[in-house]
């Protein structure tokens, strides 16, 4: 049985209830796992593009080119959706050095 405070009783075990509405709870929560990850990924691509966006004006407003290698780099965050589907392939997206940087090469322009 898990503990639950109670304000009353102080530490107590859960009711049956209780238990079965947290454990539904816990198995909902676990399996929405995948797209937290994911949502997670989409707001650090959001940040990266945004971070590049001057870049492209730039290169627009002085009819310059971008490199070939920036273009692509760009591209492959915007495909990251439909390039990576699985949660494993989330949690490499998001792994991270000792300090703290993301380590995976699709966030290296």
């Given at each position: 049985?898990?503990?639950?405070?109670?304000?009353?009783?102080?530490?107590?075990?859960?009711?049956?209830?209780?238990?079965?509405?947290?454990?539904?709870?816990?198995?909902?929560?676990?399996?929405?796992?995948?797209?937290r990850k994911l949502n997670k990924i989409k707001r650090f691509?959001k940040i990266k593009l945004e971070a590049t966006d001057w870049?492209?004006?730039?290169?627009?407003?002085?009819?310059?080119?971008?490199?070939?290698?920036?273009?692509?780099?760009?591209?492959?965050?915007?495909?990251?959706?439909?390039?990576?589907?699985?949660?494993?392939?989330?949690?490499?997206?998001l792994a991270r050095d000792d300090n703290g940087n993301l380590?995976?090469?699709?966030?290296?322009?």
């Amino acid at each position: 049985m898990t503990k639950v405070f109670d304000n009353v009783v102080g530490l107590r075990d859960m009711t049956v209830d209780e238990q079965a509405q947290y454990d539904k709870d816990l198995a909902d929560w676990n399996s929405k796992s995948a797209t937290r990850k994911l949502n997670k990924i989409k707001r650090f691509r959001k940040i990266k593009l945004e971070a590049t966006d001057w870049k492209v004006t730039s290169a627009k407003e002085k009819s310059t080119n971008l490199s070939t290698s920036f273009k692509n780099w760009r591209q492959g965050l915007r495909d990251i959706p439909q390039t990576y589907t699985t949660e494993s392939e989330y949690d490499e997206l998001l792994a991270r050095d000792d300090n703290g940087n993301l380590t995976h090469s699709v966030w290296s322009e």
